[in-house]
């Protein structure tokens, strides 16, 4: 079979087993989640094998430390991976919830229920935690999933993918419910993209380039991953020690993620008061701070900050600092070179909040808290598969809600249009 | 100015308009719309001029009947403008709902709050009703809109946006929220398509082609809405005269429209009962009945169908016939031959009725009730843009609510990721 034969072979499986899954119960589906930690544990030798390998062989390969650390399932790794499916086992179902409805004047009762997507494509890199909280999030929603993890993590993937499939078929899952692409070929890739119809939404978790790649090669709607050009905007007001407490976080407690900070801006009226404490502080965390005029009229050694440090997503210890003149200007800042992603406001008069959270156009937008705090886990919606810079469909943390599309239902007797 | 560099143009002033439009309230929205209404009474001679132009020069360019019919504004379609303006004004306001939060255990706040896509592009054909329709969904829903409708309708409709935009900035709202298209030049579609970043959804109305060409050529999300191959299912204990009513109500009571009937399927244990009466009640209606063999052998003039029959939707008074041996199979065709768009089932058994709905992979499943009776009047939503066949971020009629993102908000103290 050609790679091209393979992936039909396999989207016209997954699309027969998301028809299956669609006959399975919630409680089925969570058992199934529930059953797969276990499942993991007894293949864990097999599993500790193959990531061995996997690893021995990126290293032979050249692959840098980052990668490598990336792609090794270490204990505490492993423990995490258990966690998570067991709480996407126990979130409740995001099946069959009654969105809307009513008896209408003729007695016809309509109601809009979530329904599975169906079939949900997931392309990604070397973390193969991806690989079960991906699958999880999936299965928890009801869809089947086709997942396409790095060519460098192939035998990993491969044990895990076996372990869920022999926890998801004990519990009456179809055993297609989870397909793994089996081959380290980078042509499945572009085969994938091509099973338009039998992949309902293709979900690309990497780089820019990749998902750039997916969106303008495949016909799929692709639920889109883009940069974090994260941004927190301290007013007049704002408190010092909070200011410098949220901005060091925001920056500092994981400097490559999507939601870690990039801009500070701060109100002209504040930041005299502000601005030399908060500089000071991420200096301490050895933060490179760079600097409009203004700013450095107040910080005078500050790096000089250009127009190109504005629109930039570093994801390292870099921050660019611009002094704005008002909210409204810090709104316009944040609306022009941001990505829409996350932006936050530390102040404490009820005005300005309202004004920053009703006029920036983000998907998540925060007062007085952490940008890192915009996510899944800590919005209280567990396992995530990404956090979409879409406006469609899924904007901001996508958990199995988010995998769900929805079904009108109506019900009548004899009813016709008159 | 070019072509391209007013559609800039007209795109930046719809940006600048949307940003506007997020400070209005939804007050202010519903007044704009409960005052358009009055508005078009203003201009009810100018519209009359303007539309007898456009009709005459159409018909001068040999448009024939049924376009023409579509163009004209009679007092009866005037009458219909109004009604739905003002429906939509009263509609709750679709912006600012709350749809999901909690406190955290760290005490965060957080919140899921419906908030407008931001600019909305439709392109359209000739009804001038899509003009008032389009722009009333767009505005209730906080969007700025940029309408592209038929280039033989366009002083109609600029008449038509000339009276909204009154009324819209009488109340408050950017003359920028409602823009037209204001060239006949067909280049203007291209440029708009490719207006990325400055338009956020794209709507076409029309046929399979136009919807085709706009999502292939933009990268702009678009939301389809593509043909209705709608079926009914009648079950082995199918009441006949509730059979022939809803059969003959789901083909006949208008057959060009995409919630129209075009394949029955029959089951094998009813057949000799139910498909002679309803063959009849078809034939009554002058409806063209095509059979498979099976359907043949009780009913022998029926047309043969042919495989091509199950794939065609023929907006046109036929109707293919197809005895299925069980539900499953009724399933199994309309999963393959369908378009997810609108199928039913006539029963009186709740574990068929059941089996149906959860298995019929449609955006609309009804259950003893005609297929005219999927779309957002019936469905209780007021007016909507279209019927949306996509399973993503709206999937069968698209009313207000459907033209609304997400944004999440969280409010803290100080709150830290740790």
């Known amino acids: 079979m050609t790679i091209a034969e393979q ?9 027969a087993g998301a028809h299956a899954l669609a006959a399975v119960s919630g409680a ?19 599993l500790r094998e193959a990531n061995e390998r996997d690893v021995a062989d ?39 919830r009654v969105l809307e409805g009513q008896v209408r004047p003729s007695g016809l009762r309509v109601e809009k ?7 949900i494509g997931i392309i990604y890199e070397s973390r193969p935690n991806v690989t079960t909280d991906a699958a999880s999030v999936c299965l928890k929603s009801g869809n089947a999933v086709i997942l396409r993890g790095g060519s460098e993590c192939l035998r990993t993937n491969l044990v895990l993918a076996e372990a869920m499939v022999t926890a998801a078929t004990a519990n009456g899952l179809p055993a297609d419910a989870i397909q793994i692409v089996d ?23 990497g780089g820019k380039s990749l998902i750039q790649r997916v969106a303008s090669e ?58 030399p404490p908060v500089v000071a502080a991420l200096r301490e965390q050895e933060v490179e701070c760079r600097g409009c005029a203004e700013a450095r009229a107040i910080v005078p050694d500050l790096v000089p900050a250009t127009e190109e440090d504005w629109a930039t997503e570093y994801l390292a210890p870099i921050l660019s600092i611009r002094v704005v003149p008002d909210l409204a ?14 932006d936050g406001i530390i102040t404490n008069r009820l005005d300005w909040a309202d004004s920053f959270v009703a006029t920036v156009d983000s998907a998540s937008v925060l007062v007085n808290a952490s940008t890192r705090l915009s996510g899944g886990g800590d919005y209280g919606m567990g396992a995530v598969v990404g956090i979409s810079t879409d406006k469609l469909h899924a904007r901001g943390p996508v958990g199995p809600n988010e995998l769900t599309s929805t079904k009108w239902i109506a019900r009548g007797n004899g009813h016709l249009r008159v």
């Open 183 to 205: 081959t380290p070929d980078r042509a499945a890739v572009g085969e994938m993209l091509r099973l338009e119809g039998l992949i309902d939404v293709l979900i690309p978790r």
């Open 7 to 15: 992936m039909l072979a396999m989207g016209r499986r997954a699309r």
């Open 113 to 119: 229920v979530s329904v599975p997507l169906g079939v």
């Open 28 to 46: 089925a589906r969570a058992k199934a989640l529930a059953a797969m930690p276990a499942a993991l544990d007894a293949v864990r030798d097999r």
């Open 58 to 96: 990126a290293q032979a390969a050249g692959l840098d430390l980052p990668l490598l650390e990336r792609l090794r399932i270490t204990d505490k790794v492993f423990t995490y991976m258990g966690k998570r499916l067991r709480e996407a086992a126990a979130l409740p179902d995001p099946v069959g």
């Open 329 to 342: 200007a810090a709104v316009a800042h944040i609306n022009h070179y941001g990505s829409g992603h996350t």
């Open 218 to 275: 495949s016909r799929i709607p692709v639920i889109k991953h883009y940069d974090g050009i994260c941004h927190q905007y301290l007013a007049p007001d704002a408190d010092v020690a909070m200011a410098c407490a949220v901005v060091v976080n925001s920056k500092c407690e994981r400097v490559e993620v999507c939601n870690a900070l990039e801009t500070l801006l701060v109100d002209a009226a504040g930041a005299v008061r502000l601005l």
